[in-house]
């Protein structure tokens, strides 16, 4: 018999799950990385998702990653990007804890994972992205990269963690804008960088996210 085929969509309920998660991907950008998270799956290692905020996305990744034995791994501080501040255009209140005064959407974050019926199927690293990535010694499968979006905070999310990916492993790279009018600038450069090194060609693009695969050494 053929062995089974990934999913390429996430059932009606994990959908719903995303869908009811607090956070800014869209649906359909959400499918795209679905797609995306099935396809390196395939490779029986890690995903890694590298800025969790509430676990919108994390829900996708942790989907695919059951669905194919791995497990999705979510990185982030849980203390908001720039624009999630105070005063910033993201920012929520809701999400802000009232005792030390500062964003903690961890707490959300684990809600969402236990709605969903993932908990399971992620492992949470809480912390700083280069130093998670620094002390991370095992080949992975996916790099998402949907952290923060100044240009340290980008490229410090792609020097980390780009170097982790297995051959034929996919990057993705999330809010990914060439005109300045539609948004920061930071993610774009990142992904012109991936390109222009010659390990990563592009195979697929939806909106602002878009998928590259390892296809040479280096960054």
């Not at 099935?38 to 995903?47: D, R, V």
């Not at 720039?82 to 961890?106: I, K, S």
């Amino acid at each position: 018999m053929p062995a089974p085929t990934a999913p390429t969509a996430p059932q009606p309920e994990i959908l719903a799950a995303f869908e009811a998660a607090k956070g800014f991907m869209p649906v359909d950008e959400g499918l795209a990385l679905y797609a995306a998270a099935a396809e390196a799956a395939a490779l029986g290692l890690p995903l890694v998702e590298v800025g969790t905020y509430c676990g919108r996305s994390t829900i996708l990744l942790a989907d695919a990653a059951r669905a194919a034995g791995v497990v999705a791994v979510t990185v982030d501080h849980h203390r908001g990007s720039e624009e999630q501040q105070p005063g910033w255009e993201y920012h929520d209140p809701a999400v802000v804890d009232p005792e030390v005064g500062r964003m903690d959407t961890l707490p959300t974050f684990r809600r969402t994972l236990h709605a969903a019926g993932l908990e399971e199927h992620v492992l949470a690293l809480v912390g700083r992205s280069p130093q998670a990535a620094a002390v991370w010694q095992a080949p992975v499968g996916l790099v998402f990269i949907d952290g923060g979006h100044t240009d340290e905070h980008a490229t410090a999310d792609y020097e980390g963690w780009a170097p982790h990916l297995a051959p034929n492993g996919l990057l993705v790279i999330h809010d990914v804008f060439a005109d300045p009018a539609d948004g920061g600038q930071a993610p774009y450069r990142v992904y012109r960088r991936a390109l222009e090194s010659g390990a990563f060609t592009e195979i697929s693009a939806h909106r602002s996210l878009h998928v590259l695969r390892r296809t040479g050494p280096g960054i």
